[in-house]
């Protein structure tokens, strides 16, 4: 039992992806995300939006594409590992959104968007574009300290991402977390296919 769950324990981040979708559904994280969006608005100011305006960028499709188009011709083959995960992952991420249709939050919108709010785009975008950079990161050369330093750099990117998307009013909490254990499934099952045939 202990090998099948350590060889298998990325399904539950899939696991808890649905029980995320089925609390949502039933209205058991409302308090919750109230509550957590209230906290962002403790640290609310002109230059915090501004600064989260920036953050959320990082994670917004021009900037993903921009970053995968100079992926191509910075590290090559692997640009296209990076690319199909990228895109694979955008793709459920729309098709889930379509299913679940959970309209967004009727908090002040501090940024434009449209369209349904769970799973978090943002969330599984950064996730999966930052965690395979992490992925290459750690097959790298590079020294050890370096590299753990980068890693931790792109995984606060990433917290910082999902924290600005609820400051701006345009997800709820619930959307995040569930977003980014959807996108954790599929990351390392993108690597541990990309281990497989390389």
Known sequence: MKNFIKKYYYFGFLFFFLLMVILIKMGFTTKIDLAIYNFSQRFFSDFMTSLMKVITFFASPICIVGF????????????LFLILAVGLN?????????IIARPRPDFPHLVVEGGYSC???????????????????WQSNLNKALKLGLMAALMLITVGIGFSRIYLGVHFFS??????SLSLFLLILC????????
Request: proline residues 2%; contains cysteine.
């Open 191 to 198: 690597c541990k296919y990309h281990l497989k045939t390389n």
């Open 119 to 137: 799973p978090s785009g943002h969330a599984m975008g950064s996730v999966m574009f930052y965690g395979v950079l992490c992925y290459f990161l």
């Open 90 to 98: 955008q793709i459920i991420n729309q098709v889930l959104k379509m």
């Open 175 to 180: 959307d995040i977390i569930a977003g980014m």
């Open 68 to 79: 995968l188009l100079l992926s191509l011709l910075f590290v090559g083959k692997k640009s």
